[in-house]
Protein backbone atom coordinates (compact mmCIF):
# COMPACT_ATOMS: atom_id res chain seq x y z
CA UNK A 1 0.00 0.00 0.00
CA UNK A 2 1.43 3.16 -0.91
CA UNK A 3 0.60 5.90 1.21
CA UNK A 4 1.70 9.46 -1.14
CA UNK A 5 3.68 11.80 1.55
CA UNK A 6 7.26 13.38 1.30
CA UNK A 7 9.77 14.40 3.77
CA UNK A 8 10.02 18.40 2.39
CA UNK A 9 12.29 19.02 4.85
CA UNK A 10 14.96 18.11 7.98
CA UNK A 11 16.26 20.41 10.61
CA UNK A 12 18.22 19.61 14.22
CA UNK A 13 19.54 21.62 16.68
CA UNK A 14 22.67 20.55 18.85
CA UNK A 15 22.99 21.94 22.39
CA UNK A 16 26.66 23.69 22.11
CA UNK A 17 28.21 21.85 25.40
CA UNK A 18 30.35 19.14 24.29
CA UNK A 19 30.96 16.45 26.66
CA UNK A 20 34.14 14.00 26.29
CA UNK A 21 34.84 10.43 27.54
CA UNK A 22 37.88 12.07 29.33
CA UNK A 23 35.17 14.38 31.07
CA UNK A 24 32.71 11.09 32.10
CA UNK A 25 35.78 9.37 32.78
CA UNK A 26 37.09 11.87 35.47
CA UNK A 27 33.91 11.09 37.63
CA UNK A 28 32.75 7.63 36.41
CA UNK A 29 34.74 4.23 36.79
CA UNK A 30 35.10 4.07 33.18
CA UNK A 31 37.35 5.23 30.51
CA UNK A 32 37.75 6.23 26.89
CA UNK A 33 38.76 3.03 25.61
CA UNK A 34 36.14 0.94 27.36
CA UNK A 35 33.53 3.52 26.18
CA UNK A 36 34.68 4.10 22.68
CA UNK A 37 34.66 -0.04 22.38
CA UNK A 38 31.29 -0.89 24.23
CA UNK A 39 29.33 2.16 22.47
CA UNK A 40 31.48 3.92 19.80
CA UNK A 41 30.62 6.93 21.18
CA UNK A 42 33.33 9.50 21.76
CA UNK A 43 31.37 12.64 22.70
CA UNK A 44 27.36 14.00 22.82
CA UNK A 45 25.54 17.28 23.53
CA UNK A 46 24.43 18.52 26.97
CA UNK A 47 21.90 20.90 27.24
CA UNK A 48 22.38 24.01 29.17
CA UNK A 49 20.58 23.81 33.14
CA UNK A 50 18.16 26.94 31.91
CA UNK A 51 16.69 25.16 28.58
CA UNK A 52 14.11 22.81 28.10
CA UNK A 53 13.03 20.09 25.47
CA UNK A 54 10.43 22.07 23.89
CA UNK A 55 13.84 24.93 23.25
CA UNK A 56 15.28 22.04 21.15
CA UNK A 57 12.38 21.17 19.45
CA UNK A 58 11.89 24.46 18.18
CA UNK A 59 14.89 24.88 17.27
CA UNK A 60 15.52 22.22 14.91
CA UNK A 61 11.84 22.88 13.79
CA UNK A 62 13.17 26.35 12.03
CA UNK A 63 15.99 24.85 9.76
CA UNK A 64 13.42 21.97 8.79
CA UNK A 65 10.32 24.88 7.96
CA UNK A 66 12.91 26.42 6.16
CA UNK A 67 14.40 23.38 4.23
CA UNK A 68 10.25 22.74 3.25
CA UNK A 69 9.75 26.31 1.91
CA UNK A 70 7.07 26.78 4.72
CA UNK A 71 6.28 29.12 7.93
CA UNK A 72 5.10 27.66 11.06
CA UNK A 73 1.54 29.22 9.84
CA UNK A 74 1.26 26.51 7.15
CA UNK A 75 2.03 23.79 9.45
CA UNK A 76 -1.81 21.91 10.02
CA UNK A 77 -0.31 19.34 12.82
CA UNK A 78 2.97 19.32 15.53
CA UNK A 79 3.86 15.64 16.43
CA UNK A 80 6.70 15.70 19.36
CA UNK A 81 7.98 12.85 20.65
CA UNK A 82 10.21 12.88 23.36
CA UNK A 83 10.42 10.94 26.65
CA UNK A 84 11.71 13.86 28.57
CA UNK A 85 9.03 15.82 28.04
CA UNK A 86 9.03 19.96 29.50
CA UNK A 87 6.62 18.21 32.31
CA UNK A 88 3.69 16.26 32.90
CA UNK A 89 0.99 18.28 31.42
CA UNK A 90 0.82 20.97 29.98
CA UNK A 91 1.90 19.41 26.00
CA UNK A 92 5.16 19.67 24.64
CA UNK A 93 3.90 19.57 21.74
CA UNK A 94 1.45 22.96 22.38
CA UNK A 95 4.09 24.60 24.09
CA UNK A 96 6.22 23.78 20.71
CA UNK A 97 3.04 25.45 19.09
CA UNK A 98 2.92 28.54 20.79
CA UNK A 99 6.84 29.05 20.52
CA UNK A 100 6.56 28.90 16.75
CA UNK A 101 3.63 30.88 16.14
CA UNK A 102 1.96 27.71 14.23
CA UNK A 103 -1.76 29.05 15.35
CA UNK A 104 -3.24 26.25 12.99
CA UNK A 105 -2.06 23.36 14.16
CA UNK A 106 -3.09 20.57 16.00
CA UNK A 107 -0.80 19.13 18.82
CA UNK A 108 0.36 15.28 19.69
CA UNK A 109 2.97 14.22 21.79
CA UNK A 110 4.30 10.44 21.71
CA UNK A 111 6.02 9.80 24.55
CA UNK A 112 6.37 5.97 26.10
CA UNK A 113 8.13 4.45 23.41
CA UNK A 114 11.39 6.33 24.15
CA UNK A 115 13.60 5.95 21.63
CA UNK A 116 11.06 4.36 18.97
CA UNK A 117 8.94 7.33 19.63
CA UNK A 118 10.31 9.58 16.13
CA UNK A 119 9.02 6.46 14.34
CA UNK A 120 5.64 6.51 15.61
CA UNK A 121 5.71 10.35 15.07
CA UNK A 122 6.63 9.72 11.65
CA UNK A 123 3.83 6.82 11.13
CA UNK A 124 1.14 8.72 12.85
CA UNK A 125 1.48 11.93 10.18
CA UNK A 126 1.97 9.94 7.29
CA UNK A 127 -1.62 8.41 8.28
CA UNK A 128 -2.61 12.46 9.16
CA UNK A 129 -1.78 13.74 5.61
CA UNK A 130 -4.30 10.77 4.19
CA UNK A 131 -7.26 13.11 5.63
CA UNK A 132 -8.35 16.45 4.93
CA UNK A 133 -7.37 17.64 8.76
CA UNK A 134 -3.67 17.94 7.13
CA UNK A 135 -1.48 18.91 4.27
CA UNK A 136 1.75 19.72 6.12
CA UNK A 137 2.40 18.06 9.44
CA UNK A 138 5.72 19.02 11.38
CA UNK A 139 7.44 16.20 13.32
CA UNK A 140 9.58 17.00 16.30
CA UNK A 141 11.74 14.04 18.26
CA UNK A 142 13.95 15.61 21.04
CA UNK A 143 15.04 13.94 24.39
CA UNK A 144 17.91 15.49 27.00
CA UNK A 145 18.39 12.10 28.72
CA UNK A 146 20.90 14.02 30.81
CA UNK A 147 18.51 15.23 33.21
CA UNK A 148 17.07 11.72 33.77
CA UNK A 149 20.32 9.95 34.00
CA UNK A 150 22.01 9.79 37.42
CA UNK A 151 25.18 11.47 37.54
CA UNK A 152 26.89 8.22 39.06
CA UNK A 153 25.32 6.02 36.72
CA UNK A 154 28.23 4.83 34.69
CA UNK A 155 25.73 2.44 32.97
CA UNK A 156 23.20 5.27 31.58
CA UNK A 157 25.74 8.77 31.44
CA UNK A 158 27.88 7.30 28.63
CA UNK A 159 25.70 6.41 26.40
CA UNK A 160 22.74 9.18 26.16
CA UNK A 161 23.44 12.83 24.46
CA UNK A 162 20.67 15.47 23.92
CA UNK A 163 19.67 16.51 21.28
CA UNK A 164 16.14 17.44 18.73
CA UNK A 165 15.26 16.44 15.31
CA UNK A 166 12.77 17.45 12.89
CA UNK A 167 10.78 16.83 10.04
CA UNK A 168 8.63 18.80 7.68
CA UNK A 169 6.18 15.33 5.73
CA UNK A 170 3.77 16.90 2.70
CA UNK A 171 1.82 15.06 0.32
CA UNK A 172 3.02 14.06 -2.93
CA UNK A 173 1.59 13.82 -6.18
CA UNK A 174 5.04 11.92 -7.75
CA UNK A 175 4.41 8.45 -8.77
CA UNK A 176 5.33 5.82 -6.58
CA UNK A 177 6.89 7.61 -4.16
CA UNK A 178 5.75 7.82 -0.14
CA UNK A 179 5.24 4.89 2.92
CA UNK A 180 5.73 1.76 0.97
CA UNK A 181 5.54 -0.60 3.97
CA UNK A 182 5.95 -0.40 7.38
CA UNK A 183 6.38 -3.27 10.25
CA UNK A 184 6.34 -2.58 14.53
CA UNK A 185 5.82 -4.90 17.27
CA UNK A 186 6.43 -5.13 20.92
CA UNK A 187 7.65 -7.25 23.58
CA UNK A 188 6.64 -6.09 27.51
CA UNK A 189 10.05 -5.33 29.12
CA UNK A 190 10.87 -3.71 32.02
CA UNK A 191 14.94 -3.54 31.53
CA UNK A 192 14.79 0.03 30.26
CA UNK A 193 12.63 1.85 32.41
CA UNK A 194 12.26 5.05 34.87
CA UNK A 195 10.37 3.41 37.73
CA UNK A 196 9.06 6.49 39.65
CA UNK A 197 6.42 9.49 38.58
CA UNK A 198 3.59 7.70 37.84
CA UNK A 199 0.34 6.26 39.26
CA UNK A 200 2.24 3.29 40.60
CA UNK A 201 5.27 5.07 42.10
CA UNK A 202 3.80 8.84 42.75
CA UNK A 203 6.77 11.33 43.38
CA UNK A 204 7.97 12.00 46.36
CA UNK A 205 11.37 12.16 48.73
CA UNK A 206 11.47 8.15 48.93
CA UNK A 207 10.87 7.80 45.27
CA UNK A 208 13.80 10.50 44.23
CA UNK A 209 16.17 8.03 43.09
CA UNK A 210 13.72 6.14 41.08
CA UNK A 211 13.11 8.73 38.87
CA UNK A 212 16.44 7.89 37.01
CA UNK A 213 16.83 6.00 34.15
CA UNK A 214 17.63 2.76 35.02
CA UNK A 215 18.66 -0.17 31.76
CA UNK A 216 20.03 -3.26 31.33
CA UNK A 217 22.28 -3.07 28.52
CA UNK A 218 23.33 -6.67 27.85
CA UNK A 219 19.01 -7.02 27.35
CA UNK A 220 18.75 -4.26 24.68
CA UNK A 221 21.65 -5.34 22.96
CA UNK A 222 19.40 -8.74 22.27
CA UNK A 223 16.67 -7.78 21.64
CA UNK A 224 17.77 -4.78 19.32
CA UNK A 225 20.25 -7.12 17.36
CA UNK A 226 17.22 -9.87 17.16
CA UNK A 227 14.20 -7.41 16.36
CA UNK A 228 15.54 -4.32 14.48
CA UNK A 229 16.83 -6.57 11.54
CA UNK A 230 13.99 -8.61 11.34
CA UNK A 231 11.31 -5.59 11.65
CA UNK A 232 13.23 -3.84 8.51
CA UNK A 233 13.47 -7.30 6.83
CA UNK A 234 9.63 -7.62 7.35
CA UNK A 235 9.04 -3.84 6.15
CA UNK A 236 11.09 -4.00 3.10
CA UNK A 237 9.14 -7.24 2.21
CA UNK A 238 5.76 -5.34 2.35
CA UNK A 239 6.81 -2.91 0.48
CA UNK A 240 7.55 -5.09 -2.51
CA UNK A 241 11.63 -4.59 -2.48
CA UNK A 242 14.70 -6.67 -1.80
CA UNK A 243 17.14 -5.41 0.33
CA UNK A 244 19.09 -4.36 -2.26
CA UNK A 245 16.75 -1.71 -3.56
CA UNK A 246 17.13 0.15 -0.41
CA UNK A 247 19.28 3.30 -0.80
CA UNK A 248 19.37 4.52 2.65
CA UNK A 249 19.27 2.83 6.32
CA UNK A 250 18.25 5.68 9.15
CA UNK A 251 18.71 3.62 11.96
CA UNK A 252 18.83 3.84 15.73
CA UNK A 253 21.52 5.78 16.87
CA UNK A 254 21.37 3.68 19.89
CA UNK A 255 25.49 1.90 19.87
CA UNK A 256 27.75 2.02 17.21
CA UNK A 257 28.15 -1.99 17.90
CA UNK A 258 24.03 -2.66 17.72
CA UNK A 259 24.03 -0.34 14.27
CA UNK A 260 27.25 -2.64 12.96
CA UNK A 261 25.36 -6.11 13.49
CA UNK A 262 21.76 -5.51 12.44
CA UNK A 263 23.75 -4.48 8.88
CA UNK A 264 26.08 -7.41 9.21
CA UNK A 265 23.02 -9.30 9.83
CA UNK A 266 20.97 -7.65 6.69
CA UNK A 267 24.26 -7.97 4.72
CA UNK A 268 24.07 -4.36 3.63
CA UNK A 269 27.20 -2.20 3.33
CA UNK A 270 27.62 -0.01 5.89
CA UNK A 271 28.58 2.82 3.53
CA UNK A 272 24.48 2.89 3.03
CA UNK A 273 23.80 3.83 6.93
CA UNK A 274 24.73 7.07 8.19
CA UNK A 275 26.13 7.27 11.68
CA UNK A 276 25.67 10.35 14.31
CA UNK A 277 25.94 8.22 17.35
CA UNK A 278 29.96 8.42 17.76
CA UNK A 279 29.58 12.26 17.66
CA UNK A 280 26.22 12.59 19.60
CA UNK A 281 25.87 9.76 21.44
CA UNK A 282 22.16 7.80 21.67
CA UNK A 283 19.82 10.84 21.45
CA UNK A 284 16.94 9.15 22.09
CA UNK A 285 13.44 10.01 19.74
CA UNK A 286 15.77 12.29 18.07
CA UNK A 287 18.59 9.47 16.86
CA UNK A 288 16.72 8.74 13.61
CA UNK A 289 16.13 12.49 12.48
CA UNK A 290 19.55 13.15 12.97
CA UNK A 291 20.95 10.59 10.62
CA UNK A 292 17.86 11.55 8.16
CA UNK A 293 19.10 15.14 8.40
CA UNK A 294 22.82 13.62 7.65
CA UNK A 295 21.76 12.40 4.51
CA UNK A 296 18.38 15.48 3.77
CA UNK A 297 20.63 18.02 4.77
CA UNK A 298 23.62 17.48 2.27
CA UNK A 299 21.17 16.26 -0.19
CA UNK A 300 22.43 13.30 -0.72
CA UNK A 301 18.52 11.63 -0.90
CA UNK A 302 17.49 11.92 -4.32
CA UNK A 303 13.81 11.50 -6.19
CA UNK A 304 13.39 8.14 -6.58
CA UNK A 305 15.12 6.67 -3.45
CA UNK A 306 13.98 4.28 -1.25
CA UNK A 307 14.92 4.38 2.36
CA UNK A 308 14.19 2.73 5.68
CA UNK A 309 13.77 4.57 9.19
CA UNK A 310 13.91 2.16 11.95
CA UNK A 311 14.34 2.32 15.97
CA UNK A 312 13.65 0.70 19.07
CA UNK A 313 12.50 1.67 22.81
CA UNK A 314 11.67 1.03 25.95
CA UNK A 315 8.82 -1.19 26.57
CA UNK A 316 10.18 -3.01 24.14
CA UNK A 317 8.80 -1.38 20.98
CA UNK A 318 10.34 -1.10 17.50
CA UNK A 319 9.21 -0.05 14.27
CA UNK A 320 10.60 -0.01 10.64
CA UNK A 321 9.57 2.30 8.11
CA UNK A 322 10.06 2.09 4.37
CA UNK A 323 9.63 5.36 1.89
CA UNK A 324 10.47 6.06 -1.70
CA UNK A 325 11.30 9.62 -1.98
CA UNK A 326 9.06 11.78 -3.91
Request: charged content about 15%; hydrophobic content about 45%.
Amino acid sequence: MNLPVTVAGTGVHLPPEVVTNAELASTLDTSDEWIVSRTGIRVRRRLAPDRATSDMCVAAAHPALAAAGVTARDVDAIIVGTYTYDQPLPSTALIVKELLGADRALTLDITQAACANGVQALFLATHLLQTSAASTVLVIAADCASRVTAPADRTTRVFFGDAAGAAVLTRTSSAGAGLLGWDFGTELSYDVEIPAGGSRLPASAASAPDHYLKMDGRAVWNTATRCLPDSILRAVDEAGLAMEDVTHFFLHQANLNIITAALDKLGVSRSRAPITVDHLGNTGSAGVFTALHSAFGEGAVSPGDTYVVSSIGAGFQWGTLCFRHG
